[in-house]
């Protein structure tokens, strides 16, 4: 990969440097300490060693079920992960949009599923015309077929299967059918898989259910498709199910390739992703550990039982559960747990602390808080620092949203 080197000065959010801008190299190769007087608060921070064990974790898991892995690169949009996914044996990185895929295309990602339908005729034009990057895309209907023919250039395409009330993709096996065929009539077009996402069902039975599915598709169009069809799901939330499903050669005639496409389990989290992980269904397998943490400062006890930290919406997730606090440290340098606190909702950039237990906090203090869903965690830092477990700083990651 192509990582660019960027340079840090006053628009990171986070760090503190009022002076001349330094490369994030430099910055990192000071070894600051988090709490040393290099940054401010609130600041999200990523844990090194969860990180590392997580990408270890997942690419292991595919490992012993035969799966390749295309791990989710919305999730983070940051270069530096991608090169550690890609040098853990990922076959290639998962995109939501096209113009991640022309960021990752720019970094030199050799190998982007575009886990979206593009209609845009800008972009297709792009995407048709790729030759450094390859590039899988989607089709879900005739007229996405057409648009894609009316594109020019080459596209290898997967055959998106949804259902009732979801996002995109197909809904029947007759209109599974129509659209490859549709796809394998087009001369510029080539029909390599099928698609799937089973992560926004409430339950284990339902998103075992839709994966049933999807073999009832994919055996439908099977006549259309390649000798070695990919054939693809996996969020964070129910990769088991996808793996025990979908893994091994039940496609008479075709060696299928299975690629799992979770994201959100290189950071995991403290919140919806703790409580889903489909490690608790198959505890032998492995477990992921929560590597993001926000440090914000408690900035006023104004009444028994609340206080309010410098952190918000602008730095917190908190679509899918609100964030956590984990531990407090003092002005002295002592870390304690955070016992009786919990973040009641937030505003712009300040969280509302209930404080059960009187002097649990003082102004001053820091709270390290977990968040719930990392997805939504990432996108609000363009620069995260990368902690040690003694807290000093060893990488500065650069997102690009």
Not at 1 to 20: F, H, N, S, T
Not at 55 to 71: M, N, S
């Amino acid at each position: 990969m192509k990582i660019p080197e960027e340079y840090l000065d006053w628009r990171a959010k986070g760090v503190w440097q009022p002076g001349p801008p330094v490369t994030l190299t430099e910055f990192a190769a000071a070894r600051h300490n988090l709490f040393g007087g290099a940054f401010t608060w609130p600041v999200m921070v990523a844990r090194r060693t969860a990180i590392d064990h997580n990408v270890r974790t997942l690419a292991d898991y595919c490992e012993r079920h035969g799966a390749l892995f295309a791990p989710h690169g919305k999730t983070t949009m940051a270069p530096s992960l991608f090169q550690a996914q890609l040098d853990a044996g990922a076959w290639a990185i998962t995109v939501a949009t096209p113009n991640q895929a022309l960021a990752c295309a720019a970094l030199g990602v050799p190998r982007v599923l575009l886990a979206n339908v593009v209609v845009d005729p800008t972009a297709l034009r792009w995407l048709g015309s790729q030759q450094d990057t390859e590039i899988l895309v989607y089709a879900d209907s005739v007229a996405t077929v057409e648009r894609l023919a009316a594109a020019g250039g080459h596209f290898r395409v997967l055959l998106e299967w949804g259902y009732a009330g979801g996002r995109t993709g197909c809904r029947t096996d007759a209109e599974a059918v129509a659209v490859a065929q549709a796809v394998h009539d087009a001369p510029t077009l080539d029909l390599v898989g099928i698609s799937s996402f089973e992560g926004l069902l409430a339950t284990p039975e339902a998103a075992q259910s839709f994966l049933d599915s999807l073999v009832s598709a994919t055996k439908a169009i099977a006549h259309l498709l390649p000798a070695d069809p990919i054939v693809t799901a996996g969020g964070s939330a129910y990769f088991d199910l996808v793996t025990a499903t979908l893994g091994g050669q039940w496609l008479d005639g075709r060696q299928i390739r299975l690629v799992l496409r979770s994201g959100a389990y290189i950071s995991h989290d403290d919140g919806t992703y703790r409580h889903k992980t489909p490690f608790l269904r198959v505890p032998g397998e492995g477990a992921l550990d929560a590597a993001l943490e926000i440090w914000a400062q408690v900035l006023a006890t104004p009444e028994p039982g609340l206080a309010l930290l410098g952190m918000g919406k602008r730095e917190a997730p908190y679509d899918e559960g609100l964030p956590v606090p984990l531990r407090v440290r003092r002005a002295d340098g002592r870390v304690e747990p955070a016992d009786g606190l919990e973040v009641l909702r937030l505003n712009d950039h300040h969280g509302h602390l209930l404080v059960r237990d009187e002097g649990a906090v003082a102004v001053g203090d820091l709270v390290c808080l977990g968040i719930s869903h990392p997805c939504t965690a990432f996108d609000k830092w363009s620069v995260i620092p990368v902690v040690e477990d003694d807290y000093t700083v060893s990488e500065l990651l650069r997102t690009y949203f």
